[in-house]
């Protein structure tokens, strides 16, 4: 079972992949209008403002937008993004965390945290690969997902290990 929240973030680090060397006129520091911090290389607040539209919904579906998003990423992720993506050179560990928490008022009732760092082209095939995880944007591997919903506690992804720079 694949979660909407699941395509939305999939859709908002991809929004990071396209635009997350975006230059903002708070690209000295602090967070702008949707909650973006370019400088810091992290987004918080409702979900709303990931896909840069303050409209109440998220790439127009209203369910989650109350829901408040935390997304971290690291310098890699910006210079793997600024030059293609399968240049170890730019690219190796390279990652985003996003932390997603609808316990809110107003919010989906849903939480789940994901891990997802660069391994190339190869996918599963990458040296960088570690097993449990799952392949996402062609170049990219889901470390870790977890979270809670309705129907309680799900994990679709836990690789060994899935902490970052353990390439």
């Not at 390279?94 to 809110?104: F, P, R, T, Y």
């Not at 789940?112 to 996402?136: C, F, L, R, T």
């Amino acid at each position: 079972m694949i979660h909407i929240r699941k395509a939305m973030l999939g859709i908002g680090a991809s929004a990071l992949l396209l635009g997350g060397m975006a230059t903002t006129a708070f690209a000295a520091g602090g967070f702008n209008e949707f909650g973006y911090n370019y400088s810091a290389r992290i987004f918080s607040g409702p979900a709303d403002g990931v896909d840069k539209v303050l409209d109440g919904t998220v790439w127009g579906d209203p369910t989650y937008a109350n829901d408040h998003l935390v997304m971290k990423w690291n310098a890699q992720w910006d210079n793997c993004n600024a030059n293609g993506y399968d240049d170890p050179t730019y690219c190796l560990g390279a990652w985003v965390d996003n932390e997603w928490n609808g316990n809110v008022p107003g919010g989906s009732g849903t939480t789940e945290h994901d891990k997802i760092i660069w391994v190339g082209s190869q996918g599963e095939n990458s040296p960088y690969w570690k097993a449990g995880g799952y392949s996402i944007w062609g170049n990219y591997e889901v470390l870790m997902q977890q979270g809670t919903d309705a129907s309680g506690h799900y994990s679709y992804a836990h690789a060994v290990p899935n902490g970052y720079g353990t390439h």
